[in-house]
């Protein structure tokens, strides 16, 4: 068995004769690009090769969007209860202790204030890594809470939605949510404040039927899936074959659900251009 052992137990390789390595990792996207992710990050985690938008989290979106990163996170601490003792295969509050152990976030959705391009800007953004971005009662109240902070203020409003809907777990509280955040919204136009809308990969659920398509403008990344239900459901329910690709966000631009696509290394020009008008 002589041929398993080595005669010489120290192996040592010329520095000049070793290879360099990839200072990080890598990261390979659906469509089998292969990009270094410090290349990534630099591009706003968008892919150079096919310009696919990996989901990213509001911190990234934050450093993205917000000038050098800077920021100030409002209604921090606020936590899920449980309105209806949901016990389903486990408890529901034991779901929000282990996403927030997961994610260290409080729930599905974070707000910043900052500056972006020099304009006072409030930003909320969803997490879709906290259960699904699901819109529970905090979501709502976050949401609300920016808004009202943005009439006191007089400073616009960006919400960047990631989610899979409505929070199950809190039932009608949950739903009551759609009303809440609209009733802001309707204050936040009479206000006459600019609201912006970003709808990325994937916004569903009760989140599409509310908040997320009543910006003044609503901008979406390239290829986000963006409806309500999804479509097993939707052809059962009408009973008809659907069009390929109708919830991608160029199909709804097509149709006149949403003003504009964007990619996301853009997205913090257009939304000052935009702004910038309306202000």
């Not at 360099?20 to 690009?33: A, I, V």
């Not at 707000?111 to 972006?116: A, H, I, N, R, S």
């Not at 149709?255 to 504009?260: Q, T």
Request: charged share 25%.
């Amino acid at each position: 068995m002589a041929w398993f052992l080595r005669k010489k137990k120290n192996i040592i390789t010329s520095i000049k004769d070793r290879k360099d390595l990839p200072k990080g990792l890598w990261y390979r996207t659906p469509n089998g690009k292969i990009i270094d992710t410090d290349e990534l990050k630099k591009n706003a985690y968008v892919s150079p090769e096919d310009g696919y938008h990996v989901r990213i989290h509001s911190q990234e979106y934050f450093e993205i969007l917000f000038d050098k990163g800077n920021f100030l996170e409002i209604n921090v601490k606020m936590i899920s209860q449980d309105p209806i003792k949901w016990i389903d295969c486990k408890k529901y509050t034991d779901r929000v202790k282990e996403a927030r152990k997961k994610t260290n976030l409080y729930d599905a959705i974070r707000t910043g204030v900052g500056k972006l391009e020099g304009l006072d800007m409030v930003i909320s953004c969803m997490d879709f890594s906290f259960i699904g971005g699901s819109m529970g009662s905090v979501v709502g109240e976050k949401i609300s809470r920016a808004i009202k902070y943005c009439i006191e203020k007089k400073i616009p409003y960006v919400l960047i939605s990631k989610s899979g809907g409505a929070r199950i777990m809190e039932s009608s509280f949950s739903l009551m949510q759609m009303a809440k955040t609209i009733a802001r919204l309707t204050q936040l136009r009479d206000s006459k404040i600019p609201y912006i809308s970003v709808l990325t990969d994937p916004t569903t659920g009760g989140v599409t039927a509310s908040y997320a398509l009543l910006g003044d403008i609503n901008i979406a990344e390239p290829g986000a899936l963006i409806g309500f239900a999804g479509p097993r459901v939707i052809k059962e329910t009408i009973g008809k074959d659907l069009p390929k690709g109708f919830q991608t966000a160029e199909f709804l631009l097509e149709h006149g659900f949403i003003d504009i696509i964007s990619s996301r290394t853009e997205l913090k020009k257009n939304i000052y251009n935009l702004i910038s008008m309306m202000i």
